[in-house]
């Protein structure tokens, strides 16, 4: 396919339409006009698709970028498909964050589903993603949607998409709502004419009932209210965390939560920060100088629709570090399984992606409870949990992305309910005369020292995308026989669904969904993965090196030793 021809088409045909704005015409002109075609394709050369995360891309005119129309085409198909798969009436909930446009494009998305007759519950100012997830169930809504880019940097929005069970979309559901999306045959087939009488504001009601669901399972109950002025620094890093983290750990009894003045305020072009996102070090700069500067046990930050939490704790010199998605999952998960009873650990499970520590597994494995691995994106975790509702008890769940959920009354990752168990760690650590650090290294000697790294390649553009495609494919083709020196014995291909023990030759089948993901594991217990994101234009290449820590004092000394491991791996990671 010539890109540039097609992306030629795509705009000619928005510059015809009578449905168009003039002020897209203009800029879709200038597009077709400039000597630079690079814009142009890049705005129009596909249609954008629903992701691990919904549609996401970048705001601006074009049928690959976020506006009004792609917005509109979206919810259109939605509408659709939910008036072809139910009778009656049908309701969804509608939330946004602080990012530039969200409010407009949410008004947008209400708007087409009232004209459709759809019944609508929209958020009245901007609230955190969980929320919705929660909102969806709690109101009996057949669907949700919510506003977001989530961690993405400023130029971005997206649309999270979510079914009657407060997940987001999976198969089939998001391929048959693109399928009636590219069947309405133009923008004039979209129903923009809101019909307000179908459009109903929400807000506190449902915020009351989601704060009594987290109360019910903070453990240690005790503990916080003999150590409730712990400081604790929080960040919303101008995102809608400030809505609603403040008041939910009020709510449990802490009274002394540091917030940052200069990030408190939502704003979607982010000014205090490169990137809104909390995996970074350098959105939580000013969070680590406040810790600092109040001495404050933990510091916690969230993204702009507080999804994702980073947290940070001090080490044995009192100075602060930020914890991977991986520690801090394994930390909760260790604080949560050891505080049930034997009757809950039989009956209950928890769940992690497949990129996700294997510490988790091994948790679960010492402390006696289930523990079940999923494709990447927490809409396959709520698949498993629906798969097994009325058969085992959801405990908890996560990802190394920064995503945690605990209990199963949202169906997402739930930043609000995260801050406050990290919280709940924290006073129960100081309960005991403890900090986090001393409880991560004792979860290191009990159960085994992994350690983490991440490489994330980004590949813009419709070049990018290519590149990216030709990178998996070369994994996918030639198989490396050892990685850093070490010995490959196990190759896991998801998009072939085959599993290959690479030193006997033997192949079983992948129990799970196909996903263009490679594993490698090798002859040292460490373990490779290859992804493209779904959400952003990168592939991901995860390494996990794992070892047995003896003692305590032994730590720093291990650390470094996993650490130059992990750079060997990215090294020749680097150079395929």
């Known amino acids: 396919m010539d890109l540039l021809i097609e992306s030629r088409k795509r705009a000619e045909a928005w510059l015809n339409s009578r449905v168009i704005d003039d002020a897209s015409k203009q800029s879709i002109q200038q597009l077709l006009e400039a000597a630079d075609s690079k814009p142009l394709i890049d705005s129009f050369y596909k249609d954008l698709e629903f992701g691990t995360g919904g549609l996401r891309g970048v705001m601006g005119v074009g049928s690959n970028c976020v506006n009004q129309y792609t917005i509109g085409a979206a919810t259109q198909g939605l509408a659709n498909y939910l008036k072809k798969s139910i009778s009656g009436e049908i309701k969804v909930a509608i939330a946004y964050d602080s990012r530039n446009n969200s409010k407009e494009l949410a008004q947008v998305t209400a708007d087409v589903f009232s004209a459709n007759g759809i019944t609508v519950f929209l958020f009245s100012e901007l609230r955190p993603t969980p929320l919705l997830s929660f909102a969806i169930r709690h109101l009996k809504c057949h669907s949700g949607i919510v506003i977001t880019a989530s961690h993405n940097p400023k130029e971005y929005n997206g649309y999270k998409a979510y079914w009657a069970d407060g997940a987001q979309l999976v198969p089939p559901h998001d391929k048959n709502v693109i399928k009636e999306v590219n069947s309405i045959g133009g923008f004039e087939h979209i129903k923009f004419i809101a019909d307000p009488s179908k459009i109903h504001l929400i807000d506190k009601e449902v915020e009351g009932a989601y704060y009594k669901e987290v109360e019910k399972l903070i453990p240690k109950k005790d503990a916080i209210a003999r150590q409730a002025n712990i400081p604790i620094v ?12 403040p008041e939910c750990l009020a709510r449990l009894g802490f009274t002394n939560l540091i917030l940052i003045d200069e990030q408190k305020k939502p704003d979607g072009n982010f000014p205090t920060v490169q990137s809104p996102n909390p995996e970074e070090k350098s959105a939580m700069e000013l969070t680590i100088q ?6 404050a046990d933990l510091i916690m930050a969230t993204d702009p629709d507080t999804d994702r939490v980073g947290i940070g704790i001090k080490d044995a010199q009192g100075e602060f570090f930020l914890l991977n998605g991986n ?21 209950g499970y928890i769940a992690k992606t497949i990129v996700t520590t294997e510490l988790v597994d091994t948790l679960a494995n010492d402390l006696g409870i289930a523990c079940y691995n999923t494709l990447t994106g927490f809409k396959y975790i709520a698949e498993l949990m629906g798969a097994l509702e009325g058969k085992k008890k959801f405990v908890a769940a996560g990802e190394e992305s920064y995503g945690y959920m605990v209990g199963d009354f949202v169906r997402d990752k739930d930043a609000v309910s995260a801050c406050a ?3 709940a ?7 005991e005369g403890r900090t986090l650090y001393d409880w991560l290294l004792q979860m290191y000697k009990d159960h085994g020292f992994y350690k983490e790294g991440l490489i994330n390649l980004v590949r813009k553009g419709a070049e990018g995308e290519m590149e990216i495609k030709r990178m998996m494919e070369n994994f996918r083709s030639k198989a490396p026989e050892k990685i850093a020196g070490k010995k490959v014995i196990r190759a896991l291909d998801y998009k072939t669904g085959i599993d290959t023990n690479t030193l006997t030759g033997k192949t079983t089948k992948i129990a799970l969904p196909t996903s263009d993901v490679i594993q490698y594991y090798t002859e040292d217990g460490s373990k490779i993965s290859v992804r493209p994101s779904g959400t952003e234009p990168k592939i991901k290449f995860y390494i996990s090196v794992n070892t047995k820590l003896n003692s305590l004092p032994e730590f720093d000394q291990v650390n470094t030793q996993l650490d130059q491991k992990i750079k060997t791996i990215e090294t020749f990671l680097l150079s395929q």
């Not at 929080?234 to 983290?245: C, E, L």
């Not at 406040?290 to 001495?295: E, F, Q, R, S, T």
């Not at 760690?425 to 309960?431: E, G, K, P, V, W």
């Open 234 to 245: 929080y960040s919303s890093i101008h995102g809608a965390g400030i809505t609603m983290v």
């Open 425 to 431: 760690l924290a006073a129960s650590a100081r309960d």
């Open 421 to 423: 168990f990290f919280a």
């Open 290 to 295: 406040k810790g600092k500067a109040v001495n």
């Open 327 to 347: 520690q801090a999952f394994s930390l909760m998960m260790w604080f949560i399984m050891k505080n049930l009873s034997a009757e809950e650990k039989k009956e």
